[in-house]
């Protein structure tokens, strides 16, 4: 998948769930319906061809929380651009989750 590629229905969906405040793959898995085998892939192709970054968060707020670290991703400008073709594309994105189940705010490219 490269930039100008348009997107499928699961990475459109994918990118949607992250646009919309679902930062990390559980998070995403929970917006979406979709098992990790898909996600997890979509998110890293999705990286790849520049749609969205991801960083890792610190060790210790993962200790405190006792689970393992989490990726966290953002959409970037071109995969603003991306999921503005795709909504357009798929007209019923817009109605899918708009806010993360934590209540995080969407993230920003």
Same mark, same amino acid.
């Given at each position: 998948?490269?930039?100008?590629?348009?997107?499928?229905?699961?990475?459109?969906?994918?990118?949607?769930?992250?646009?919309?405040?679902?930062?990390?793959?559980?998070?995403?898995?929970?917006?979406?319906?979709?098992?990790?085998?898909?996600?997890?892939? !979509?998110? &890293? $192709?999705?990286?790849?061809? #520049?749609? *969205?970054? +991801?960083?890792?968060?610190?060790? @210790?707020?993962?200790?405190? /929380?006792?689970?393992?670290?989490?990726?966290?991703?953002?959409?970037?400008?071109?995969?603003?651009?991306?999921?503005?073709? !795709?909504? &357009? $594309?798929?007209?019923?994105? #817009?109605? *899918?989750? +708009?806010?993360?189940?934590?209540? @995080?705010?969407?993230?920003? /490219?």
């Amino acid at each position: 998948m490269t930039p100008s590629t348009t997107l499928s229905t699961t990475p459109a969906l994918v990118l949607h769930a992250v646009a919309t405040g679902h930062r990390y793959g559980f998070d995403v898995m929970d917006a979406t319906g979709l098992p990790s085998g898909t996600v997890y892939p !979509a998110l &890293r $192709r999705l990286e790849d061809s #520049g749609f *969205v970054r +991801s960083s890792w968060e610190p060790h @210790a707020r993962a200790e405190r /929380a006792k689970r393992p670290r989490r990726r966290y991703y953002e959409v970037t400008a071109s995969g603003v651009t991306a999921l503005e073709a !795709a909504r &357009r $594309r798929f007209p019923w994105l #817009g109605a *899918v989750g +708009s806010t993360s189940a934590t209540g @995080a705010e969407p993230s920003k /490219a």
